[in-house]
């Protein structure tokens, strides 16, 4: 229980891990952001495509991250195999396709919210300047959208980032994959998540102040 020690033994990988987990979650929420944005787009349409929209955010909020990444790494490319498919998927690619998707799902919903919150006499107002459907969506509703749902994205990525620690389970070599290692080999497991957890609130408190200015910014 020498927090000293285990953080000059331990520390570089840790922090290592901890890099890599911000990366992973950058990534990945840059990619949840497209394919949020185009979920919530479909859901509002009033085509066949809002089905498949609904379909997605009900299988992601019906079953836990955990089965999502297994799923993800063993099922799927059993089932590709099993086609006829040689697909081999790394840590890395499952991580990156599991927060993504994870991300996306809630980001359809939150962008959706925030579209909907806009009033309705924006679109209209755009519409009779003579700007089409689309110009009215893209240059009027979606920049106030983005605004109102700003706090709400910065909260999915502080998620996104806390859900990374389960893609340890797959082998990433993330935060919480090099403590496990190193708790397995000197059986420090107090001083070793103390550090882990004192890196996540350092993380994440930057992140929650760094939103605030940026909230302040962007404030209608």
Do not use: H
Not at 60 to 65: A, D, E, H, L, S
Not at 93 to 108: H, K, Q, R, V
Not at 139 to 147: D, I, M, N
Not at 185 to 198: G, I
């Amino acid at each position: 229980m020498n927090l000293g020690k285990v953080y000059s033994e331990a520390g570089p990988l840790l922090l290592k891990g901890m890099g890599i987990a911000v990366q992973v979650t950058v990534l990945a929420l840059i990619m949840a952001l497209v394919l949020g944005m185009v979920a919530a787009l479909m859901g509002l349409s009033k085509t066949p495509l809002r089905y498949i929209t609904k379909a997605y955010v009900w299988l992601i909020r019906g079953t836990p991250m955990l089965v999502q990444v297994m799923y993800i790494y063993f099922a799927i490319p059993q089932l590709l195999q099993f086609m006829g498919y040689n697909v081999r998927l790394t840590a890395f690619d499952a991580a990156l396709i599991s927060l993504t998707l994870n991300a996306g799902a809630y980001m359809s919903e939150i962008f959706r919210g925030a579209i909907n919150a806009v009033e309705k006499g924006q679109m209209e107002a755009a519409r009779s300047l003579g700007l089409s459907q689309g110009q009215a969506m893209r240059k009027v509703v979606l920049p106030q959208a983005l605004r109102i749902c700003l706090p709400s994205l910065v909260n999915q990525f502080i998620i996104t980032l806390k859900d990374s620690s389960i893609i340890s389970v797959i082998g990433f070599g993330e935060v919480i994959y090099q403590a496990r290692i190193y708790v397995g080999r000197t059986m420090d497991s107090f001083a070793t998540y103390t550090w882990v957890a004192l890196m996540y609130l350092v993380v994440i408190t930057a992140l929650t102040q760094i939103s605030k200015v940026v909230e302040r910014k962007v404030q209608i």
